[in-house]
């Protein structure tokens, strides 16, 4: 039913939608590079260039697309929910996951950072979790965001 | 929540993974930029086999489960406008991808080999890794996913 309704969207729904999907999944692919790329860092020939890219990718890439992907849900929230009333279950899902992903992604951020400083299995290790972690989340979010549960 | 809220949410999935391959490949060949050094670029390979596993779920889940959606919805028809152009973009994008895998694959193998004979350079793979044919095919995947991505959403004609 849901399916349907999603095929009734005003036009003027359009381009918040388009920043918050591309957003989602370019955020999505920057926290694939860093959880990967910390988790075999230690087992390659260059691992100071594995740290290097994961932390890079999640500043350059990761943290604008996350900003990207949130103003683009904050911006279709207020003109598909404008009346005031309680959000739906899957908004909450979105939003759940949207701020304790952020937390998630500043910790992974933070020592991905000391990673590249201070190259100690741990951190990367630590860092790479966290972004699988919240890889599990955005994938979550994500069905939510499709199949609308009430 | 009936079967087609999950496939709406299976094909949102794959259209994520298929933007975010698009995002990993683009973080490695930006981080490779024309890199003389084969360990670094071995150094990639396990990400590059993510990359790939994303590219085939989001090519596959995409068009599986958007023809799905085409036939099992009323709203929509598999010969709309925009859901055609959405197929044929598709194809081009596959045939496109997989002439850009191939290039890179090469690539790849090339900086392999270079590693295991212990050759600490290789101009020849820095020219790979640059602004090849790959590369600019890469960049042409890249458009033409953000243009299928831009028919999903308005549905010109719909």
New interface residues.
Partial sequence: MTAVLASMRPDSWNFPLLLHIAGAAVFFGAVTVAAVTQLTAARVAEPDLLRRVAFRTLLIVGLPAYIVFRVGAEWIHSKEFRDGADDPSWVGIGYLVSDLGALVFLVSLILAGIAVRKPKGWLSRTSGVLSVILLAGLVVATWAMGAKPD | ??L??????????S??????????FW?MIV?LWRTE?P??V???M??GI?GNV?VTVGSLGTIVFGVW?AIS????KLWDGWVIAALVLWAIVGAVGKQTGDGYRGTAEMAAQL?ASGSPRSPELAAAMGASRAFWLHCLTTVLI?AI??DM???PG?
């Fill in positions: 929540m009936d087609n809220d999950w496939i709406l949410a299976l094909h949102l999935l259209a994520v993974a298929l933007i975010a391959s698009v995002t990993v973080v981080a050094n360990a670094a071995t150094s990639f396990r990400l993510v994303l959606l919805l009323d709203a929509y590693a953000l991505v831009v959403i308005w549905k719909a």
